[in-house]
């Protein structure tokens, strides 16, 4: 299973926002905790749910990216209709979060650890591996020919500048680096250098910015 950050933010947040409704968090959390996948009929009867409704919403949470759905041939029933493939629901993802502006803790995380993991490993100060560690990262979070495109996706809030650059608006990072900026900034710093390399952009396409409230860095031009 993935994680909520494996979907599109927006989606993540129609994901979050369609279990308000009673019936489908309900129908959500049993199947979280089943053992194994959940049929339809097993849903609606635990939860005393007509058929229709629990049908419904599980396919709603389905589109939505929570669940996943397969279809699988009943064990242990005879007569007819018994070989009949059923359609069970199964949890997408390992967990659920949602933040307004995006953020991406998640990403730190596993970053640092992995930073951590390298500098034990092979002798190397943890400040380097860090860089290290996020250049590589995001090289692979890098778009070839679309550097804007990805850093949207990524929540960066990129926005044209007066110079033909991006202001960056928004700090996946934010809270970490108000009170760690000699850390987050360079490690923010050498992702997105990664990210703008396999765009097929120079490093020094990122540069420092200096607007309050905004990303830590900037990016000069696409061209």
Known sequence: MGTSSDLPWLRRIAAVASLGEENRRALYEYVVSARDAVGRDEAAAALDLPRSTASF????????????????KPTGKTGPGSGRPSKLYR??????????????????????ASA?????????PVSRA?????????????????????????????APDDGGGYLLLNCPFHRLSRN????????????????A???????????????PGHCCARITSTA
């Open 116 to 124: 951590i993991a390298r500098s034990q490993a092979e002798n190397v």
């Open 130 to 158: 860090l860089l290290d560690v996020a250049h590589a990262s995001g090289r692979e979070a890098g778009r070839p020919g679309d550097f804007i495109g990805a850093l949207s996706d990524l929540g960066y809030q990129p």
């Open 180 to 195: 760690h900026a000699d850390v987050v900034c360079p490690m923010n710093g050498a992702f997105l250098r990664g990210a």
């Open 57 to 72: 919403h599980l396919d709603r949470l389905v589109t939505g990216g929570l669940l996943r759905s397969e279809f699988r």
């Open 91 to 112: 949890p997408a993802l390992e967990e659920v979060s949602a933040s307004v502006p995006e953020r991406n803790y998640d990403l730190a995380g596993e970053l640092m």
């Open 197 to 211: 390399e396999t765009s097929g952009l120079a490093a020094g396409t990122v540069v420092a910015g200096t607007d």
